[in-house]
Each structure stands twice: as structure tokens, then as C-alpha cells.
């Protein structure tokens, strides 16, 4: 059987049917978009809700706010690459088992050798479990900030570093880590943010009081095929690369994961193998052009390593920072061309690096127009503001 050929149109025609960006294919409900994503990035707390934005109608910050907080349908979890993502919550045993296992392991190595080389403690890792005990026992009394249990454990009190004059040598405190570690492990979680939803102040609580039954994490395998399953059905077709990197694992459990799932062949526009879904083999046909606005670190923009057929790679370094963050980003027909920013009434504006013509230029308008109106006055601040995005600020 000769193995199919997938273009780059196409690609770009399975983002905006698979990833709910043209209008038609927009979805009703947090979760939907949260499944169809497979994950959303919540580095930055306002992205969780701007992602929603763009591939919803009539889904305002209040109805993420449910979700993750009444309903709890998604769920914050620190796993792929260390970073914070908010998952549909039957999915989270898989990232336990799997790519959050890598990351604690990978941590405790990292936190226990800090805290002896600091003298807090001869064995680190006898400390970290003393620690996490003692926090676990706080959070079972009810739920806590980050600032709450450091006033009130004692353990999560310290600093460590700050004893040079060495400018990388600050101090940092100890109740991250621990936090870090039990999230990890799945043992806790975020609850529900202390503060504005554009801001990431979450309250602490234990996976048992915020889920009620608390699954199984799944083996390291079984997790990892789940992983790549979903992702494949999102950002497929994609390449090796792609899944390690955006895993943050290795080749072998890309590889292994693939096998399991029982992922396609099929060969791309540069010539490289990629792989798809077996549930997910068909044709994608043309889209009509649509136009989008994502936030930084939308999971569209961050689905890939090689992002050559949506984006020139001249836009790179006024799109992304140095280490491969994305800002916002203005799309259209398929393709990155620029970003958007806000003034100081939240107005949303447009800052793009083609020209779309006529046709591109009244679509995006409309979607600056739609996410204003969303944002109905909050301004965003942001952590990872691309090189564009700053020019484009400046009065």
C-alpha cells in the first residue's frame, strides 16, 4: 500500500477544522475546546481563556472560570517540558504516569541536592518527603495560597541561595518546590484562583477534595500512547521531532507510543515521515480562508517543532523569544502573519508582518473587533511578549 502524501494545505486545513479555528467549526463549551486541543497552555493564566475565546462563541471568562473551578471538567496539571497545562481531567492519569513521572523524577533529583547543598538538611530527598507531608496535612484542613502555607508550615518557610553577591544568586523559597513536587505526583492540585482570571494565583488543595475519586495513574507506556493518541488526533500529521519535543521525552517513547497507538506513515510537502491517527486517516478538503487571533503560547502555535508550513521563518524572531515562546499571533488562512496587542483601553490592535490583502485585512479586523468585545475593557498583561508585540506598543 503506497503511503499517502499529505500537503501543507492540508495541514493547514486540519488546523482550522481540527483545532475549532474558522467559524464554522467553532465549539459550544470549555471542555470541548480543552479535548479538541488535547491540552491548553496556562503558563500564563489569561491564555487558558483567551484559547477558549478564539474557538468559541458565546463562551465568556466566567464560563472557563466554571469549568475549571465548579464543574472542575478540566483540570491544571504541570507535565509535558515542566510547563502548566489545564487538561480534560480523564486524561490526567496518563500524564501522571508519564510525562509529569519524568518531570518529578528529573525534580526531586534538582530540589533534593539544593536543599543539602544549602545545609537545610543532609538527605534532601528525606526532607522533600518530610515537607510534602507536612503540606499535605495543612491541605487536608482545607485550602490554602501559596503565601498561607508558608506561614503556616514550617517546612515551606525557607529561602535557599542568596549568599553571594553573584547577580544569578538570589534567593528563592523552598515552597515552590514542594507545591511543584506534589503536583507532580498528582497528590495536589490548583483549586480555584484567588485573584483576577487573567492572573495566576491559585489556591492549593489535595487531588482527592478537588476530583472526589482520585483514578490510578496509568503505566508509563499506557500513558505515553494516550498522550500521543490525543495528540495525534489534534496536531497530526506530525513528525518524530515534533512528539519529542513536545513531549518533552525521548525518541524511544515516541517511538514505542506511536507502535502502541498504531500511528500511519505518511510522508509531508519537505519529504519528512509524519505520522496520523488510524481513526483519522481521511482527506481534510479546503477551508474557506478564516482568520484568528491567539494569545501567547496558544497550543496551536506551540503543537509543533517545525512550524515551516504556517509560519515563514523570517517571522520567527519577532514572533517567538529566544526560547521558542510564542506571543500572540494574527492568523489568516492558515498562516501565521503577524500579532495583536492592546492600547490602554483594551482596545485590540492589529500589528502584521504581510500583506493580506484587502479581503485578510477586513477578516482580522473583525476578529480584533470580536476579542475586544470579549475582553469588554480587561487589559492582558503578559510574561512572554514577542520582539513584534513590544514595537508594537510603543507609541
Known amino acids: 500500500m503506497a503511503v499517502r502524501h499529505v500537503t501543507d494545505a492540508e ?3 486540519r488546523i482550522a477544522v481540527r483545532h475549532a479555528l474558522a467559524p464554522a467549526h467553532r465549539l459550544g463549551d470549555v471542555e470541548a475546546v480543552t479535548r479538541a486541543m488535547t491540552v491548553l497552555h496556562a503558563t500564563e493564566a489569561a491564555t487558558v481563556h ?17 469549568a475549571l473551578h465548579d464543574s472542575r471538567q478540566v483540570v491544571k496539571q504541570l507535565a509535558m517540558r515542566r510547563t502548566l497545562f489545564v487538561f480534560p481531567r480523564d486524561l490526567l492519569p496518563a500524564a501522571w504516569g508519564s510525562a509529569s513521572a519524568r518531570v518529578a523524577t528529573a525534580e526531586r ?3 533534593a541536592k539544593a536543599i543539602a547543598g544549602a ?4 538527605d534532601g530527598e528525606a526532607w522533600l518527603d518530610a515537607a510534602c507531608d507536612a503540606t499535605l496535612a495543612r ?5 490554602a495560597t501559596t503565601a498561607e502555607l508558608r506561614a503556616e508550615v514550617p517546612e515551606l518557610a525557607g529561602m535557599v541561595g542568596g549568599t553571594t553577591d553573584k547577580p544569578y544568586d538570589r534567593p528563592t523559597p523552598v515552597a515552590p518546590w514542594v507545591l511543584t513536587t506534589l503536583g507532580l505526583d498528582g497528590r495536589a492540585v490548583r483549586g480555584r484562583n484567588a485573584g483576577h482570571w487573567r492572573l495566576n494565583k491559585p489556591t492549593w488543595t489535595t487531588t482527592a477534595d478537588w476530583l472526589g475519586t482520585v483514578p490510578e495513574p496509568l503505566d508509563e507506556a499506557a500513558g505515553y500512547a494516550e498522550l500521543v493518541g490525543a495528540w495525534l488526533r489534534t496536531f497530526g500529521p506530525g513528525t518524530v521531532a515534533d512528539l519529542q519535543w513536545w513531549l518533552g521525552s525521548t525518541k524511544t517513547a515516541v517511538t514505542r507510543a506511536l507502535a502502541d497507538v498504531g500511528a500511519v506513515e505518511v510522508v509531508l510537502d519537505d519529504g519528512a515521515t509524519g505520522w496520523l491517527h488510524p481513526l483519522d486517516t481521511d482527506d481534510v478538503g479546503p477551508v474557506e480562508p478564516w482568520a484568528a487571533l491567539l494569545p501567547t503560547l496558544d497550543p496551536t502555535v506551540m503543537g509543533w517543532r517545525g512550524r515551516e508550513f504556517y509560519l515563514d521563518p523570517a517571522h520567527v524572531p519577532y514572533l517567538f523569544d529566544t526560547n521558542g515562546n510564542a506571543g500572540t499571533t494574527a492568523w489568516w488562512d492558515g498562516r501565521i502573519v503577524g500579532c495583536w496587542v492592546q492600547d490602554d483601553e483594551g482596545v485590540v490592535r492589529l500589528s502584521l508582518l504581510e500583506d493580506v490583502g484587502p479581503g485578510g485585512r477586513a477578516a482580522l479586523e473583525v476578529e480584533a473587533a470580536r476579542l475586544t468585545a470579549w475582553l469588554d475593557g480587561t487589559v492582558i498583561g503578559n510574561v512572554y511578549a514577542s520582539r513584534q508585540m513590544k514595537q508594537a506598543r510603543l507609541p
Open 109 to 111: 533529583k534538582r530540589i
Open 50 to 66: 483567551l484559547a477558549v475565546a478564539a474557538r468559541t462563541e458565546g463562551v465568556g471568562p466566567e464560563d472557563v472560570d466554571a
Open 119 to 122: 545545609g537545610i538538611a543532609d
Open 139 to 143: 491541605l487536608a484542613a482545607g485550602p
Open 11 to 13: 495541514r493547514r486545513s
